[in-house]
């Protein structure tokens, strides 16, 4: 058995870390981050004064009803609500789970056990930042901010229920191009776990905060070994995913270069440029294949 060698911890907590993502906006002492990261990302479109930290975890009304875990999940001064999740792997139906979370927190609000026909309900609202493209192709937009809306007219048509997805495989801006506050905490999310010092341009309260609590030096021992745990769990995450990943495409290509040696008998060279693989990569397949007719 082979031990996995794990990249070294950097100076400052990696927010992208199940950890980390919880020490930064799940704490009640430093809300204000949180306050602050929401009220970036909406703009002006609603303010957020003060927020309340709810339950994580929801349980079904009866035993056929799944359990929700949510990242985060509090309520703000006026009454709305927010989840807050972070996605590391590409889900297939993450567009579905999304509207799962949002519609079982709107249906916890209804009375139960006798007849109503007060449907007034809750602002409800879910920000999800993503380590993955949620479409392969689109490559140029980083910031999704959906609403449901009037196809014909473009206009909103229900303006208590939103999605804002982050993006962070396509935010590739560097520091002179950042254009808002927005932007900003993008290049935090995205970088801050290779930083060695606080820089310049994130000069917020906000983000001073930040660094000062994200020191990796400064936790408790107890705190470490759990920042360290969820460092080598997020690894080991990425490493299988990547290693899925590479067998995939390494199987795509081994059929392409099979179908090229059999149906048009192309030289090493001429399969593997067609191929986009290293010649050694087609003399394998070959290989195989004269195996194969031997049997």
Request: aromatic content about 14%; charged content about 35%; glycine content about 4%.
């Amino acid at each position: 058995m082979t031990n996995t060698t794990y990249p070294q911890a950097g100076k400052f907590i990696d927010p992208l870390s199940d950890w980390g993502f919880r020490h930064y906006f799940g704490s009640e002492p430093n809300k204000e981050i949180l306050i602050e990261f929401l009220n970036d990302l909406f703009e002006g479109e609603k303010y957020i004064e003060d927020l309340e930290y709810g339950p994580t975890e929801h349980d079904g009304d009866d035993d056929e009803d799944k359990r929700v875990i949510f990242d985060l999940h509090c309520k703000g001064k006026n009454g709305e609500f927010f989840i807050v999740e972070m996605q590391r792997i590409r889900q297939e139906y993450f567009k579905d789970r999304a509207l799962y979370y949002t519609s079982r927190l709107i249906q916890r609000q209804l009375p139960k056990g006798k007849a109503f026909n007060n449907y007034q309900l809750p602002e409800v609202y879910l920000i999800a930042v993503l380590e993955f493209r949620m479409n392969e192709e689109k490559r140029e937009q980083y910031f999704h901010d959906i609403a449901l809306t009037d196809k014909s007219t473009g206009e909103i048509f229900y303006r208590k229920l939103g999605f804002k997805f982050l993006q962070l495989p396509n935010f590739v801006k560097n520091e002179g191009r950042l254009e808002s506050e927005r932007d900003k905490w993008f290049y935090l999310l995205k970088h801050m776990s290779s930083m060695d010092e606080t820089p310049k341009f994130l000069d917020k309260r906000v983000f001073k905060l930040i660094f000062k609590i994200g020191e990796v030096s400064k936790l408790k021992k107890e705190e470490r070994m759990a920042y360290e745990a969820s460092l080598k769990a997020k690894w080991d995450t990425q490493n299988a995913f990547d290693s899925v990943k590479r067998e995939a495409t390494e199987k795509k290509s081994y059929d392409v270069v099979e179908n090229l040696i059999i149906m048009l008998r192309l030289s090493d060279e001429q399969a593997a440029e067609i191929a986009e693989v290293s010649i050694d990569f087609v003399q394998k397949v070959r290989a195989d294949l004269a195996k194969k007719k031997k049997n």
